[in-house]
């Protein structure tokens, strides 16, 4: 097997910023993946409308190709990109591939909620499959984990912020208190806001993505008749401060209820309040957020970035993993002599850093005999070694003749604090061993 | 096929805490799997050492064994969870199993942490499967999301709360400004310390964890010597409030990073101040929390229960699907007619619930003439459609004659709701249409 590994052709419909960032990533991923899998992937070509458009992502005029349908009929393609959008064209060519029982992977929520049904049967029908992780929450592995991972789980309640747009505009009102129109002025100008920015605004994204994550959790199509959709035209800057003296702030929200005992559900979109202290509260800006609620589990969030074309095209590129595993069918098991020799290459091109470095900015903890002298002791130590203070907060303890020091630090070693660590424990006047923590800003 | 469903045996080895939760769950959703993956489920066997010991969940005598080695031998077993705990007799029954070309699912991170090279080895040769998503923030998906979800990225910092133990002594000192060992005495008194408490409070049992992220991170086992593994015996209540002084909170952190231009990587377990307003310093009490940051997506972060009966069978049952579907081979798809059948019958149990029967709490905000008289027809509309008023936030806007009213109200259905707004839009004194946001505490 491994000796002749299996071909697999790649077709990527829509060359706008999804197809493209797909494009770009694959290009510097494929040999990982390929090895990772044990097979050979062939990017076959991109249909686009117009080949002469001027594009960021630079392709061979001979991948180039215009005509959609002959694309995903190429005997080499097994798995066609849906990336154009749309629910006319895109459920032609979707339909056309599945029917030939090829693999589609999809970014088009749209086409999802007004055609999941058929789409679906024809996927059973036909032995093809559909991916659709990028329709949902951009980068954020929300279909996967509803699907896989909490399997085992009936879900009592979904509750998302999956409409990047809105959340960015009530954040800006939120933190600069801007008026709505403001921000929104902002968001358009920054190409936040979709061409027909209804989508966004009353909910209508929102609304598409969260028919989904209701398909995936309960089985069932909601009709747009009997849900509550909302935008969020009518929230002023006036709700949003009443709205933190009620100890809440104000989302849009995809919310998702079911109740198994009375054998009903629901699916709303719309503004509401949410606690400060609840994690979605502090899902700020551009980000999505989701909180599922299972009956085995407990309540999971994940949170991330929910657009953009990195974030899609790492959901979009997680796809065509999981669709070329299927394809690979028996063949394929988790932990593979080709998936450990992958994790072998990875692992020797990275040594474990030495202390010296390690850089960190540190929290310093140290009680000091009251007698003069001894603070500058200390710092002369920390100079010696190289570490700059930032900040210092030192007070005294009545009547005990010691005062606590603590500190943070500018970057610096784990060596060059080890270091000044050990000088400052030989110290007469330092009364117990310096509680050493570490300052973390963990990206988010 | 679905004439003749592939059988497939199960058998658990150690029925503690977990095994227990596992046949509790898996008995309740057996039934489901089934028709979803379109398989047979037997449940083998249960291997314990003592039969007699009483146990919550009851299981019939002729399926509780006590040769571990005899049960993973049986031919009707294909998958094997290793449940019991353990780094010697749990890796000869593991690696038996796995020579003998079986699935097993694990949550021993303390075995893949010691003896993980060795197992995964065992795996690629005998063409076996190891899961182990349970061995990592128990339900939360995160060695999922890492290897499947997330596979396009390289990951420069992982950054995670993968002890609830230390976690949960940490949030107490804070928001009870409790001592540390007064904090401890309730963990071990609610049974959250592990009978070998230096495992949680020195970090070993993070960093076991820690190590199972960076080796699917970064293909590398890292050893304990190149590693800084510190606990939280000498935070104190001191420190967190100085923390606070900082604009931080101390939450006991794993650390991997991972610089690619300069081919180094780092793993740290330890007691680190991070900042308030990061997505992390949320994650409080038992709770576990993980930002992975990849290249292509950025940074996302996943939350949930890290440790108990429930939320681990959430994620070995989620393993156990998993196994099923790769012993189905090329059988298995995504979106079979098995798969939407089992949607199907998900959407019949499940009718959207009518306006009547949707209850919430909400938020109102109307603008009303400042004249005698017209908060008593407000007021006395609501109290006609059964509304009862929480809070209440009104004032006047200087000069206009007019007021701002701004209310919360205790739980009612959307139908009362929308028939109150319909009568108050009649209303000569509201002066433009009442604003309804509905008022939600996402569990989380």
Known sequence: MSNAPLKIG??????????????????????????????KIELIGVCVRDPDKPRKVKIPRTQIL??????????????????MGGTTLARDITLHALRLGKSVISANKALICEHGMEIFAAVSQHGGQYFFEASVAG????????REGLVANCFSEIVGIINGTCNYLLSRMEKESLSYETALKDARRLGYVEADESLDLDGVDAYHKAVILAFLAHG?????????????????????????????????????HR???KG????????????????????????????????VVGTTTLVGRG????????????????????????????????DLESYATLGSTARMATLEEILSRFYLRFSLRDKSGVSAEVYRILAEEGISVARVIQYEHAG?????????????????????????????????????????????
Chains 1, 2 share one sequence.
């Open 139 to 146: 980068g954020i592995p929300v279909i996967k984990s509803l």
């Open 259 to 261: 109740d198994f005992s």
């Open 400 to 444: 005990t003749q010691r005062g606590t020091h603590t500190l943070s630090t500018y970057p610096v070693s784990e060596a060059a604090m080890e270091r000044a660590v050990r000088k400052l424990r030989k110290l007469r006047s330092v009364l117990e061993p310096p509680l050493v923590l570490r300052i973390l800003a963990p990206a988010s």
């Open 66 to 83: 215009t005509d959609p349908f002959a694309l995903v009929q190429d005997p080499r393609v097994n798995i066609v990109c849906e990336l």
């Open 10 to 39: 790649l077709g990527i419909i829509g060359f706008g910023t999804v197809g493209q960032g797909v494009w770009k990533h694959l290009a510097a991923t494929r040999r990982n993946m390929e090895m990772r899998l044990g097979v």
């Open 220 to 256: 069932k199509w909601v009709p747009r008749k009997n849900t509550l959709v909302e935008g969020i035209r009518n929230v002023t800057l006036e709700d949003i401060r009443r709205a933190s003296d009620f100890g809440c702030k104000i989302k849009h929200l995809a919310v998702i």
């Open 264 to 295: 009903t559900m629901t699916l709303g979109v719309y503004p509401a309040l949410i606690p400060l202290d609840s994690i979605l509260a502090r899902v700020d800006g551009v980000h999505n957020g989701i909180s599922l609620t299972g009956d």
């Open 307 to 338: 657009a953009g074309q990195d974030a899609t095209a790492s959901a979009v590129i997680g796809d065509i993993v999981d669709a070329i595993r299927a394809l690979k069918g028996a063949a394929f098991k988790f932990l593979t002599t080709e």
